[in-house]
């Protein structure tokens, strides 16, 4: 088993002590943390499911645009915010493990070092839950 960089160490403690959904995935996007803000909104626990490719957890959790249909790897915000080491964000639709689907506004943030990517962190809630403010 590989150490995992400090900066994901770190990132994982932070997201440990949010009360807002957050999502944590490396390099090469392995999803490799959510907290337990995020396990409820999917019905399942991080440790109840463990590391999951970025095939696999799009499968299991979507995400879906208005009219249902997956949204491309490549448009999603953590993925934008890994490969273009830059903020993304997005509203859609995910998926929890009993099939309900959730309106979700995500917003995704490069983990970034002197040598390169080391993941994102995106931080999730209800789309339209916004009071406006910075828009």
Known sequence: MTQKPLELILARNLMSALSTPAFLVDEGGVLVFYNEAAGMLLGKRFEELG??????????FGPFDESGEPIPYDELPLVVAVRNGRPAHADFEISSVDGARHRVEASAFPILTAHGSRGAIAVFWPAGSSNGAGR
């Open 51 to 60: 590391t999951v490719g970025p095939d696999e957890w799009g499968s299991l």
